[in-house]
């Protein structure tokens, strides 16, 4: 009997995770049932996004200022792809992805020679030029007018009434958000934790760090290249705003609001910062004689308090709670249900066969 109850222990956190991702999922499905579609749509892109944005931050340790170029980049190319072609939203929405990537890798290889506030820095300034191009570019971009008139084309269908293209676009980022998930529970995503610990140690193995920097900086620029491509053809519209240096910032408030390192957090957050910019842009705040009606008010006071209040983030300080009621000890947690010092010390990582 000891055994048997020592089993169904052990199985709990797995049942517990796969109880999390199914309710998600059907979240994720009920979800324009519960609000309105566009923000629906905005919510699961912006969610991909952060994801994207996570596995820089929160698991190779590499804070980027600049990602907002390869989702506006990827905008771009998607409205222009549907525009001139004519060809079904998915596929505009890989050529975006792919464009993104392309653009990242000449971005990473000089990024990643720097750390710290001067990875962030060099990444903002390369962002900063993308804008640049995109406001000059006037003949492909429509400079300050934006991209307008991009079409909802699937495969012959025309989903111009945004609950069906919901559930046409859901699919997509559930592959993105699935793909994110598989680098986290790979070898590959070890390896990046083990940088993100002690990149001197990870070195002295023989695995190349500026090169795993390199790959996960291009697989989050190319997963935020589907989130921009989605967000571009839900609305129609891409603008000047899509390159803009506070999108970066908004999807950098949107993980660490969640849980830097948790990819259920950086879902959570945008969740909350996409609903909260609704309904304040829609309905205001009256408070005495002060009515808000711009977002980045009380945006910026939920960031302040969550950081404050929940260090770890919304989903962070759930993880931490349910863990000390399980008697866990406090480690740093990722949502694979693996924790830093266990790879580090658990399952050591072994030099590459060369």
Known sequence: MTVLTIRKLATMPRFWRLAAVLGGLVLALALPWLIYPPVAMDIIAWALFAVALDLL??????????????WGSAAYTAGTIAIETGMPFPIAVLGGSVVAMVLAVPIAVLAVRRTGIYFAMVTLAFAQMVYFLANQWSSAT??????????????????????????????IALIGLAIAWRVVHSPFGRVLVAIRENPARSRSL??????????????????????????????????????????????????????????????IG??????????????????????VTGPGLITGLIFVGVVLLFRRGV??????L????????????????????AVAEHEPVTAPKQ
Not at 270 to 291: F, K, N
């Open 142 to 171: 429509g400079g300050e007018n934006g991209l307008q008139g991009i079409p909802k084309n699937f495969f012959g269908l025309d989903l111009s009434d945004p609950f069906y293209f919901y559930y046409a676009g859901l699919p």
């Open 206 to 267: 023989g695995y190349p760090v500026d090169r795993y920097k390199v790959m996960i900086f291009v697989i989050s620029a190319g997963l935020s290249g589907i989130a921009g491509g989605l967000y571009a053809i839900s609305h129609g519209f891409a603008s000047l705003q899509e390159v803009y240096w506070t999108t970066s910032g908004k999807v950098v408030i949107m993980t660490v609001l969640g849980g830097i390192g948790t990819l259920w957090g950086s879902v």
């Open 322 to 341: 349910l863990r000390n009621r399980r008697g866990v000890s406090d480690t740093r947690t990722l949502l694979s249900g693996a924790t830093a010092p």
């Open 315 to 320: 989903w962070g300080s759930v993880a931490h």
């Open 57 to 70: 931050l929160g698991f190779t340790g590499l804070l980027s200022f600049g990602h907002a170029a390869f």
């Open 270 to 291: 945008a969740a909350l910062i996409v609903q909260v910019e609704d309904y304040v842009a829609t309905s205001g705040i009256s408070v005495g004689p002060l009515h």
